[in-house]
């Protein structure tokens, strides 16, 4: 395929994606335990050259209000930062959209994390994986874009209607616009509080 074909194949994909993107949607039409505060219990993000930690680390904490809306109906992905937990690298200006979809009700193999065991492909994984400008899942989540040491990368949340651990799931990807970087993402798990 020539690269003038494959550019106008690209455009096409990412214009019919936009398209088909659903309608931002308001708080109250979002379940209430999508707004929480969660700590991290499990890091399984892999990078390469560097420590996992810089992405995320077991310990530290963040939250979602309904009150971070802004006048587009994305909310603020807020770092909490005390005594005990510090962002070492921050995610900073990450604006959260919800995607409507399928309630997750348990954590899926998929998106397992054992910390030190083979990590599996969160994204490719998944049977109704959509390969676009912005990954699509059939569970409902919060998506963004963020860049953490400089690299792009998708946040997708995935918050659940539970208590206990892993009732919120992080899956992190590298935004690249031609490929899924499978050495540069993974998942992480927290609790709510």
Not at 24 to 52: H, K, L
Not at 58 to 84: V, W
Not at 95 to 105: A, D, K
Request: with cysteine; aromatic share 10%.
């Amino acid at each position: 395929m020539s690269r003038n074909l494959l550019a106008i194949a690209s455009l096409v994909s990412v214009a019919v994606a936009s398209a088909i993107a659903p309608p931002v949607a308001r708080a109250d039409t979002i379940p209430s335990y999508f707004f929480n505060n969660w700590s991290i219990d499990t890091n399984c993000v892999e990078v390469d050259d560097a420590n996992s930690a810089d992405h995320a680390a077991t310990g530290l904490k963040f939250r979602i209000q309904a009150a971070s809306a802004n006048e587009n109906n994305t909310y603020a992905f807020e770092m909490i930062t005390d005594g005990t937990s510090t962002w070492t690298i921050p995610w900073t200006g990450l604006r959260l959209i919800y995607r409507p979809g399928t309630q997750m009700t348990s954590v899926p193999a998929d998106f397992a994390c054992v910390p030190g065991a083979t990590p599996t492909s969160p994204l490719l994984a998944m049977s109704n994986y959509q390969q676009t400008p912005e990954p699509q899942f059939e569970y409902e989540h919060w998506y963004g874009l963020v860049n953490i040491n400089g690299e792009p990368h998708h946040v997708l949340i995935f918050p659940r209607a539970a208590s206990g651990s892993s009732n919120v799931v992080i899956v992190l990807e590298a935004a690249t616009a031609d490929s899924v970087q499978l050495d540069t993402g993974g998942t992480i798990h927290g609790h709510g509080y």
